[in-house]
């Protein structure tokens, strides 16, 4: 099974910060990854596909990137409207693995 | 507008069975595979099983193998999840969604598993 290491698991910002957030794949899933944002009480929302495709109507600020089996999502200007939780998924293979989740907390 | 919507969740008995329904709308049902994914309370996301469109093709995550049946009636646009031999660890939010990237997501029902 692959196993996606999610890192970190929390962090604090602020509104206008440069925010990284990174996922290892334990073997090659090639480029299918997608990156998830969850709210309180809320459904996840896709952000990302095939690792660096933004979904339709997300916001240009969110980004991602693909070196070899890591993955990044980066949020180049945090906006009140983006603290959450951050999941990442492969879905290259079965069973499908999230990330352990990083939240993303007001500083 | 392409939705999802899941029914079925509850308080049940250890032991006990339960199927959950995701009704699909605002898409073509059966060209998509459709997956199950669970969130115990404070946790993060789990995947449990995944079926292909025509519904000949099921996945299961090891902690569900052999409990859950994932299946689907395409004529009504429905995915099931037919849940036995339930434990307090399956205690969570369970959403369906279509697959892949997960892109579409119902609201979740709730299955809480306590005697």
């Known amino acids: 099974d692959v196993q996606m290491t999610q890192s970190p698991s929390s962090l604090s910002a602020s509104i206008g910060d440069r925010v990284t957030i990174t996922c290892r794949a334990s073997?090659?899933?090639?480029?299918?990854l997608a990156w998830y944002q969850q709210k309180a009480g809320k459904a996840p929302k896709v952000l990302m596909y095939?690792?660096?495709r933004l979904e339709s109507g997300v916001p240009s600020r969110f980004s991602g990137s693909r070196s070899g089996t890591e993955f990044t999502l980066t949020i180049t200007s945090l906006q009140p409207d983006d603290f959450a939780t951050y999941y990442c998924?492969?879905?290259?293979?079965?069973?499908?693995?999230f990330g352990q989740g990083t939240k993303v907390e007001i500083k | 507008e392409e939705e999802l919507l899941e029914s079925g969740g509850g308080l049940i008995q250890p032991g006990g069975s339960l199927r959950l329904s995701c009704t699909a709308s605002?898409?073509?049902?059966?060209?998509?595979?459709m997956t199950w994914v669970r969130q115990a309370p404070g946790k993060g996301l789990a995947w449990v099983s995944s079926?292909?469109?025509?519904?000949?093709?099921?996945y299961y995550s090891d902690s569900v193998n052999g409990r859950f049946t994932i299946s689907r009636d395409n004529s009504k646009n429905i995915l099931f999840l037919h849940m036995t031999n339930l434990r307090a660890d399956d205690t969570a939010l369970y959403y369906c969604?279509?697959?892949?990237?997960?892109?579409?997501w119902g609201p979740g029902t709730m299955v809480t598993v306590s005697s």
């Open positions: 969604a279509r697959d892949a990237p997960l892109d579409i």
């Open positions: 605002g898409f073509t049902f059966r060209d998509y595979t």
């Open positions: 079926i292909n469109g025509g519904g000949h093709n099921s």
């Open positions: 073997e090659n899933i090639n480029i299918w």
């Open positions: 095939k690792g660096s």
């Open positions: 998924l492969q879905y290259d293979s079965y069973p499908r693995t």
